[in-house]
């Protein structure tokens, strides 16, 4: 079955960084592509980007809105996904979902809330 | 990027009822190489995360109750349902794969009438 599972997410303060992580499993990791998509509160569904999995090389798309800002990696010896995000903005609280798009299977979701 | 924008942004349906929800992109999202539609319906129901109905524009994802049905080509894309039931109240969203970037409509909010 497969399973992912997102952690690291809680309460910053603006300007500060946070490291999520995404954990795999029920797959072979490092075949597929993996994405990262946020919902702030009520509102809707807003794509991050994706890094590469399998002949790729773990190369990255990002939405021009986060680009230089968030960061994606991998560790595919982990199963695990990553999202850097830094110099966080009060807008930026939401809900981060990882997904494998390929087969459409989501994360439960990881909240990050920025406030001071 | 690539805008994708949904009509109407709700709709109230009575059950037993056929439900249509509207997504249109800004430029193609049909491969000419592989003739495929690059677009997918997700069905988002309270405190969950969305759940795959449609990908390649009318492919049906497995489990999903033959009343969904998708259909469209190129920037105009429709998600039916045919007939509406209590479990099928959801925020729905489209969202085109072709391009790097992969945005989402705005959403669709269905109602019971």
């Known amino acids: 079955e497969v399973q992912l599972v997102e952690s690291g997410g809680g309460l910053v303060q603006p300007g500060r960084s946070l490291r999520l992580s995404c954990t795999a499993s029920g797959f072979t990791f490092g075949e597929y592509t993996m994405s990262w998509v946020r919902q702030a509160p009520g509102k809707g569904l807003e794509w991050i980007g994706f890094?590469?999995?399998?002949?790729?090389?773990?190369?990255?798309e990002y939405a021009a809105s986060f680009k230089g800002r968030f960061t994606l990696s991998r560790d595919d010896s982990k199963s695990i996904a990553y999202l850097q995000m830094n110099s966080l903005k009060t807008e930026d609280t939401a809900l981060y979902y990882c997904?494998?798009?390929?087969?459409?299977?989501w994360g439960q979701g990881a909240l990050v809330t920025v406030s001071s | 990027d690539i805008v994708m924008t949904q009509s109407p942004d709700s709709l109230a349906v009575s059950l037993g009822e056929r439900a249509t929800i509207n997504c249109k992109s800004s430029?193609?999202?049909?491969?000419?190489?592989?003739?495929?539609?690059?677009l997918a319906w997700y069905q988002q129901k309270p405190g969950q995360p969305p759940k795959l109905l449609i990908y390649?524009?009318?492919a049906r994802e497995s489990g999903v109750p033959d009343r969904f049905s998708g259909s469209g080509s190129g920037t105009d894309f429709a998600l039916t349902i045919s007939s509406l039931q209590p479990e099928d109240v959801a925020v729905y969203y489209c969202q085109q794969y072709y391009s790097p970037s992969y945005t989402f409509g705005q959403g669709t909010k269905l109602e019971i009438k």
């Open positions: 390649w524009a009318s």
């Open positions: 997904l494998r798009q390929s087969g459409g299977y």
């Open positions: 890094i590469r999995g399998g002949v790729d090389g773990a190369t990255t």
């Open positions: 430029q193609s999202v049909l491969n000419s190489s592989n003739k495929m539609n690059y």
